[in-house]
């Protein structure tokens, strides 16, 4: 694989400070799509696109990515956390855009080489990690509706704290009656940029209004809850732990999968189904709604303190963390941080 090193290499962040998102490493992967096929992957310095106003992207939106993260114990070793479910839905993306399949083996060995060379920018303070950003999308320079014939994909790594500013305080959701993130036949299933920059709006709406983000309901009865802004989302109804089925609007979350493997094998009446806020809110005034809480690559498990709906706020656990949320979060981040046995596979060493 060829590998091109940067001349200027950038000043470390603070790692006790990094927020989401906001820093880079000095270099990234990058994969050409031309001619039927894929080109050999190749590390070059991390530095901007060079793109023609006619690319298709920018017209048609054929784009999609993932989320994974990697991380390094105290001897240096470095782990990454299922990061073949992560080129597996991706695959599955590219198919319900018209864009092509990876090798996803191929991928992997590039990006282990890509997370060797970045070692030094994995933070190794609790809650940390290198975010692994994934992402594809149509390079052709061309105007008019169909798939493109070229494509670039890439990866690029970024040093994290928490997703969000309040840490693990329970976030406030308001729930979305308006607005329509995804249909059924659509492409809420596929992890494609389209999708987030339909739910902006009521994300935008939530934060007006005093909420950290959208509880999105489905697009043909407004009835049934399907999944936050960023995340999938869990209820404790009595004994049961519940989340909504997957339908095809709903994305297949890697941590979702997660807490319910973990859940099951620890003993916990695990759902997957339609839930309506008409059941939310009847819980919820009997006294059976427990908990809830979302969960994502970058939050890992984020407990929700408050669900807004229809001018009310429903205040869950008394607006604390819950005891199942706490044990999800330790069990999660104890597995990819190896302080816990790996029962499931998910961990692969970086060698």
């Known amino acids: 694989m060829k590998v091109t090193l940067t001349s200027n290499p950038k000043a470390k ?193 939530a934060n007006a209004k005093g909420y950290d983000q959208a509880l999105w309901l489905d697009g043909k009865e407004h009835k049934y809850v399907e999944e936050v802004g960023s995340m999938n989302i869990f209820f404790v109804i009595g004994d049961e732990v519940v989340t909504p089925a997957l339908v095809g609007s709903i994305l297949p979350g890697i941590t979702r999968n997660s807490c319910i493997q973990v859940l099951k094998k620890y003993g916990y009446n695990v759902s997957e189904r339609r839930i309506s806020m008409d059941e939310i809110v009847k819980a919820y005034e009997d006294g059976t709604l427990k908990e809830s809480f979302g969960s994502g690559t970058a939050a890992v498990i984020s407990p929700v303190g408050v669900i807004g709906y229809r001018g009310k706020d429903m205040i869950v656990g008394g607006g604390k963390m819950g005891e199942i949320t706490a044990f999800l979060y330790d069990k999660i981040t104890g597995i990819q941080q190896e302080k816990y046995p790996d029962e499931f596979g998910w961990v692969t060493e970086v060698r």
């Open 13 to 205: 962040p603070d790692f006790s400070n990094l927020g989401f998102g906001k820093y880079f490493t000095d270099h990234m992967l990058v994969m050409e799509y031309e001619g039927g096929k894929w080109g050999e992957p190749e590390i070059v310095p991390y530095a901007p696109f060079a793109m023609a106003p006619a690319t298709n992207v920018l017209h048609y939106a054929q784009s999609i990515f993932e989320g994974a993260k990697a991380y390094k114990n105290s001897e240096g070793k470095i782990t990454v956390f299922r990061i073949d479910d992560n080129f597996v839905r991706m695959n599955n993306s590219a198919k319900r855009m018209c864009m092509p399949q990876i090798d996803g083996a191929k991928v992997k060995a590039a990006l282990f080489e890509l997370l060797k060379l970045e070692q030094d920018w994995i933070p190794t303070k609790p809650g940390t990690a290198l975010y692994i950003r994934p992402f594809m999308f149509a390079n052709e320079e061309v105007l008019g509706v169909h798939a493109s014939h070229k494509y670039t994909f890439c990866i690029i790594l970024s040093p994290v704290g928490s997703y969000y500013a309040h840490g693990l305080e329970p976030t406030k959701i308001l729930v979305e009656e308006q607005l329509v993130r995804a249909f059924i036949g659509g492409t809420g299933e596929a992890k494609c940029s389209g999708n987030y920059a339909c739910s902006l709006m009521g994300g935008e709406i």
